[in-house]
């Protein structure tokens, strides 16, 4: 089976990446299920897809909370019967050196970057596994390859979502559970990630690597789209997507 008629659910919805992917699957004809916590984002995402003939619902979701995704992942079912991919794209990067203490932001990257992944994962893996199908996509990140000074935590969060991904590829081969996995690694994508830095040096140095690389967040999209359009048998684990121009 192709895009279209597949249901899609994806976590950071409300923006960037997330909504770039939401409104590109709508146009080809998935159905989408779009979560993140800024409700009135998310209803305007859904109006601009239903007004172009796409279909979509939303449901407020904060990814730290299993609750909120087991809910997320039942609404999926309840509106269209069926739950076929889920993009755990949700992820903050409040980067500053360590010697700046921020142990708050380090929480939350923790909570929204890790523990936000696994608890998708716990949510959709019994209905994957009891149906035999399921795609497990997540947004990963160059960070999640590359260690960088200022990124110590962020990147980190990216590593272990590389190694979750993995496990999960190969002990899903090992059980026959027919579930495809794609963890994608992007460098400097155009989104509102880089607006809630609140370590000045670190927000003016990265803001200026933006403004000289950033690509458009389609970039990511289409590998998404990409990657669900696969044939069933064919399961293409891995994407680092960036810039032509971004030498590192
Ligand atoms: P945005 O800031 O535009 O999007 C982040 C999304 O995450 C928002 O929809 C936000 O929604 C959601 N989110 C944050 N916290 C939570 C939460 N607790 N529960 C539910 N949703 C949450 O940035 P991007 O689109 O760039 O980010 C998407 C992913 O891409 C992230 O995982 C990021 O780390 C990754 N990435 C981005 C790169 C880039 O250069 N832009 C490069 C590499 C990776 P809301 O606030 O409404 O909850």
Redesign the pocket.
């Known amino acids: 089976m192709t895009i279209e008629n597949k249901v899609v659910v994806i976590?950071?919805?409300?923006?960037?990446?997330?909504?770039?992917t939401a409104k590109l699957l709508a146009e080809k004809g998935a159905k989408l299920v779009l979560?993140?916590?800024?409700?009135d984002?998310?209803q305007k995402i859904v109006d601009s897809i239903q007004s172009e003939n796409g279909d979509a619902t939303y449901i407020a979701?904060?990814?730290?909370?299993i609750e909120?995704n087991q809910q997320l992942v039942e609404h999926a079912i309840s509106t269209y019967g069926k739950i076929d991919v889920i993009f755990l794209?949700?992820?903050?990067?409040p980067n500053s050196p360590l010697s700046k203490l921020k142990s708050d932001e380090w929480n939350?990257m923790v909570?929204?970057?890790i523990k936000?992944v696994l608890n998708g994962i716990e949510a959709v893996l019994p209905k994957f596994i009891s149906q035999k199908s399921g795609h497990v996509i997540?947004?990963?990140?160059?960070?999640?390859l590359k260690a960088y000074p200022g990124g110590a935590v962020?990147g980190a969060?990216?590593w272990a979502v590389r190694d979750l991904m993995e496990v999960l590829r190969m002990e899903s081969a090992q059980e026959g559970n027919n579930i495809r996995t794609a963890t994608?690694?992007?460098?400097?994508?155009?989104?509102?990630?880089?607006?809630?830095i609140t370590d000045k040096d670190t927000a003016k140095g990265t803001e200026q690597m933006?403004d000289q690389y950033?690509i458009s967040?389609y970039s990511?999209a289409n590998i998404v789209a990409f990657a669900i359009d696969q044939p069933e048998d064919v399961n293409i684990n891995e994407f680092t997507v960036?810039p032509t121009s971004q030498p590192w």
Request: glycine share 12%; hydrophobic share 30%.
């Open positions: 976590t950071g919805a409300s923006s960037g990446i997330g909504e770039t979560a993140a916590r800024r409700a984002k998310l979701t904060d990814v730290t909370q909120d794209n949700a992820g903050l990067m939350q909570d929204v970057n936000g997540t947004t990963s990140s160059v960070a999640g962020y969060t990216k994608i690694y992007p460098a400097a994508i155009e989104t509102e990630l880089t607006d809630r933006y950033q967040p990511i960036g």
